[in-house]
C-alpha cells in the first residue's frame, strides 16, 4: 500500500516539476550574445508569469538586471559594446528592445502575426499595431502586439554602418 501511495504522489507531482524546469523560450543567438526570441507565444507567457517566475526566467537564461527605474528591467549579457537586448515588464505589457536587429526576426513575427488574420492600424508614435481575437491564452485574455522598427547609424572603424533597431510590445 505504502509503495502504490508514494509511487502515485510521484507519479502525479512529475509532470508539474518538469514543467516548471522547462521554460520553453526561444532563443536565438548571435556573434555577441544568446537572446530570448519575441514572438507571439513567449509575449503571452512573460505577460502571464507572475513577477517570481519572470525573475527566475531572467536569471535562468542570464539576463542581468539594469537599474533604471523600472523594477522588471533584464538586459541579456553582450560582448559588444553598442548591442541592446532588453526586456522590461510593467502593469500589463511586456516590452522587447533589440538594437541592433536583423529584419528576418521581425518579419517572421510579423508573419506570424499576418497569418492569423488581425486588424493592424498604426498609431502616431509610428508603431504597427496587431489585434485580434484569436490572440488569446486559455483565459480569453485578449493582446495586442505593436511593433515599430527604426532606422539608426552606428560608427566605428571609420565608417558610418546603417543599423535597425525595433521596440516589440506584448499588451493585453
Known amino acids: 500500500m505504502k509503495f502504490l501511495l508514494s ?96 529584419l528576418e526576426l521581425v518579419k517572421q513575427l510579423e508573419q506570424e502575426l499576418i497569418n492569423l488574420k488581425p486588424q493592424i492600424n498604426r498609431d502616431q508614435l509610428g508603431i504597427t499595431w496587431y489585434q485580434n481575437p484569436n490572440f488569446q491564452d486559455n483565459k480569453n485574455n485578449n493582446y495586442k502586439v505593436g511593433i515599430k522598427v527604426e532606422s539608426d547609424t552606428e560608427d566605428r572603424v571609420g565608417r558610418t554602418w546603417s543599423i535597425w533597431s525595433v521596440q516589440i510590445i506584448f499588451q493585453k
Open 7 to 102: 509511487f502515485l504522489c510521484i507519479f502525479s507531482t512529475s509532470p508539474l516539476i518538469q514543467a516548471q524546469n522547462q521554460t520553453g523560450l526561444p532563443l536565438a543567438t548571435d556573434d555577441y550574445s544568446t537572446y530570448i526570441v519575441p514572438n507571439l507565444a513567449t509575449g503571452i507567457k512573460l505577460l502571464e508569469a507572475d513577477e517570481e517566475l519572470f525573475k527566475g526566467w531572467m536569471k535562468q537564461y542570464q539576463y542581468q538586471r539594469y537599474q533604471r527605474g523600472y523594477e522588471l528591467e533584464y538586459l541579456a549579457p553582450t560582448t559588444r559594446t553598442n548591442q541592446m537586448r532588453l526586456i522590461r515588464k510593467e502593469n500589463h505589457q511586456v516590452v522587447f528592445a533589440l538594437s541592433p536587429v536583423k
